[in-house]
């Protein structure tokens, strides 16, 4: 009788595991689709945005005057951030219940994008300097990418400093300024 006893309850402990990891499974995937995905894509769009207007403003100007700005990656990059927001004052992180860390980064990177317009406005005009549009892109990107460090670690904060570096890298990578030949 006790060795079946014991049986039971180890199947008991099993079951109830497996139950724990599914849900935190379904959990992450979640997140992945609600946040870390968009959050990832906006960070794609505002490096390539980063890209056109630092070429842009590189480049000798045209005979005519005005060349083309960068307007289609504006709109794909505006088009990224609003996947991030729910309304003019809320984002995605904050109704599902995320870590407040979490809300807090995601509302300052999609603030932080709404500002642009100033240098997206210079820069069509070429009247930005390079480096400091290059600048005020990283300052956004990094916000950006803060989001994303922010969701690596999970349920367990112990991982977030290995977790977060896939971003640094990320960040590590295209933070150098474009050059043109």
């Known amino acids: 009788m006790v060795p079946v006893v014991a049986l039971l309850a180890l199947r008991g402990l099993t079951t109830v595991g497996t139950a724990r990891d599914i849900a935190r499974m ?18 794609t769009e505002l490096q390539a945005e980063r890209r056109a207007a630092v070429r842009l403003l590189a480049a000798p100007a045209p005979a005519g005057g005005r060349a083309a700005d960068p307007e289609r990656q ?42 642009l317009a100033a240098v997206r406005k210079d820069t069509a005009d070429r009247r930005a300097a390079p480096d400091a549009a290059h600048e005020t892109y990283n ?15 999970g349920d367990r904060p112990d991982l977030g400093t290995e977790a977060r570096v896939l971003p640094e890298f990320t960040r590590a990578g295209n933070s150098s300024p474009v050059r043109t030949c």
């Open 26 to 43: 379904s959990r992450v995937q979640d997140i992945d689709r609600q946040i870390r995905t968009p959050a990832a894509a906006a960070v």
């Open 74 to 115: 504006v709109r794909r990059t505006d088009a990224a951030v609003r996947r991030l927001r729910l309304g003019d004052r809320h984002t995605v992180a904050e109704p599902g219940g995320q870590r407040p860390a979490v809300a807090v980064r995601l509302r300052e990177s999609v603030a932080a994008a709404a500002g």
């Open 139 to 153: 300052r956004v990107a990094d916000a950006a990418l803060a989001v994303l460090g922010s969701l690596a670690g």
